[in-house]
T-cell receptor
Framework: DTGVSQDPRHKITKRGQNVTFRCDPI?????LYWYRQTLGQGPEFLTY????????KSRLLSDRFSAERPKGSFSTLEIQRTEQGDSAMYLC?????????????FGEGSRLTVL | GIQVEQSPPDLILQEGANSTLRCNFS?????LQWFHQNPWGQLINLFY???GTKQNGRLSATTVATERYSLLYISSSQTTDSGVYFC???????????FGPGTRLSVLP
C-alpha cells in the first residue's frame, strides 16, 4: 500500500500562468477529495469525487479551478490564470467509501507559490 | 453549515507532561477524525472515532457524539508530538469533512 501521492510537491509560478496538480489515491479507494490550506488555517474543502463522478464542489472553487478524475483513478486539479491569492498548500485525500464514508488518508500536499 | 471549534488554540508543554485537546461541533456528525500535521505539512491520521474511546500508545481519544465533543489525550509528551492537531467532522454520510482551526502544540525538551 503506497499511500496517497501528489505531484509536484512544490510549484512556483508567475501570476496569470496555469498550473496543474496530480493526485494518485490509495488503490481501491473510490472517494477522492481536494482541500486547500493557507498558513495558520485548517484545510478547506474544495471538491470530491466518488469514482469518476464529481459529487460536490465548494463555493471556494471559482471558475478558474477545475478538477477531473477520469476513469475513477488519479485526479488532476487545474488552476487557470493564477492569482497571488491562490498561493496555498493543495491537499488530496482518499477514502474507501461504502456503507460508511471511511477514513480519510492525505497525501503530502502540493505547495503553490504565485509570484 | 456545521461549525467546528478546537481548544486551546495554542499549548506549550514541557516534555513528559500530559495534555487534553478538545473539539466541539455544532451539530450531530456521522464521522470524526483526529489528525496531526507535522512540520512538513503532512496530515497524519491519529484516530477515526465517530463515537466511543480508542487508545494507541500514549494517545487516546474519546468522542461523546450526543454532547457534540471529542477529546484527544496525549500522555508523557515528547518533542516529536509538536505540531498542529486538527479534528475533522463529516456532518452526513457522503458529505465532505469540515476541519476545525487546530491546536498548535509545542513540546519543549
Amino acid at each position: 500500500d503506497t499511500g496517497v501521492s501528489q505531484d509536484p510537491r512544490h510549484k512556483i509560478t508567475k501570476r496569470g500562468q496555469n498550473v496543474t496538480f496530480r493526485c494518485d489515491p490509495i488503490s481501491e479507494h473510490n472517494r477522492l477529495y481536494w482541500y486547500r490550506q493557507t498558513l495558520g488555517q485548517g484545510p478547506e474543502f474544495l471538491t470530491y469525487f466518488q469514482n469518476e463522478a464529481q459529487l460536490e464542489k465548494s463555493r471556494l472553487l471559482s471558475d478558474r479551478f477545475s478538477a477531473e478524475r477520469p476513469k475513477g483513478s488519479f485526479s488532476t486539479l487545474e488552476i487557470q490564470r493564477t492569482e497571488q491569492g491562490d498561493s496555498a498548500m493543495y491537499l488530496c485525500a482518499s477514502s474507501l467509501g461504502g456503507a460508511n464514508t471511511g477514513e480519510l488518508f492525505f497525501g503530502e500536499g502540493s505547495r503553490l507559490t504565485v509570484l | 453549515g456545521i461549525q467546528v471549534e478546537q481548544s486551546p488554540p495554542d499549548l506549550i508543554l514541557q516534555e513528559g507532561a500530559n495534555s487534553t485537546l478538545r473539539c466541539n461541533f455544532s451539530d450531530s456528525v456521522n464521522n470524526l477524525q483526529w489528525f496531526h500535521q507535522n512540520p512538513w505539512g503532512q496530515l497524519i491520521n491519529l484516530f477515526y472515532i465517530p463515537s466511543g474511546t480508542k487508545q494507541n500508545g500514549r494517545l487516546s481519544a474519546t468522542t461523546v457524539a450526543t454532547e457534540r465533543y471529542s477529546l484527544l489525550y496525549i500522555s508523557s509528551s515528547q518533542t516529536t508530538d509538536s505540531g498542529v492537531y486538527f479534528c475533522a467532522v463529516e456532518r452526513h454520510y457522503g458529505q465532505n469533512f469540515v476541519f476545525g482551526p487546530g491546536t498548535r502544540l509545542s513540546v519543549l525538551p
